[in-house]
Nanobody
Framework: QVTLVESGGGLVQAGGSLRLSCAAS????????INWFRQAPGKEREFVAA????????DYAASVKGRFTISRDNAKNTGYLQMNSLKPEDTAVYYC????????????????????WGKGALVTVSS
């Protein structure tokens, strides 16, 4: 059984930082690109960041570029999202997702490309 478990969410003041983790089990982690999506109250889920299987390629939504950093540790089967300079508009449930791919530097961007999803972690940024 494949599971993705997010952790590290919580309440932080604007300007603060959080680091989300995505612990994967039941899959060969290095064969999957890892993505982060988020869904704010009353809004649709949106792409945040993605990293390739190898970790050599990544991409970010314009709204988080320069503030968020995605990374992964294939030896620990874990992905990360470092979030700095947080803003109230970053408040959302953050979801980790894994996309099966044979391409080591492929960075998927669409939710429809994901194979597995975590249950999400709530991030609340107060003003």
């Amino acid at each position: 059984q494949v599971t993705l478990v997010e952790s590290g969410g919580g309440l932080v003041q604007a300007g603060g930082s959080l680091r989300l983790s995505c612990a994967a089990s039941g899959l060969t982690f290095s064969r999957y690109a890892i993505n982060w999506f988020r869904q704010a109250p009353g809004k649709e889920r949106e792409f945040v960041a993605a990293i390739s299987r190898s970790g050599g390629s990544n991409d970010y939504a314009a709204s988080v570029k320069g503030r968020f950093t995605i990374s992964r540790d294939n030896a620990k089967n874990t992905g990360y999202l470092q979030m700095n300079s947080l803003k109230p508009e970053d408040t959302a449930v953050y979801y980790c997702a894994a996309a099966s791919t044979s391409l080591s530097d492929y960075v998927p961007l669409r939710s429809g490309d994901m194979t597995y999803w975590g249950k999400g972690a709530l991030v609340t940024v107060s003003s």
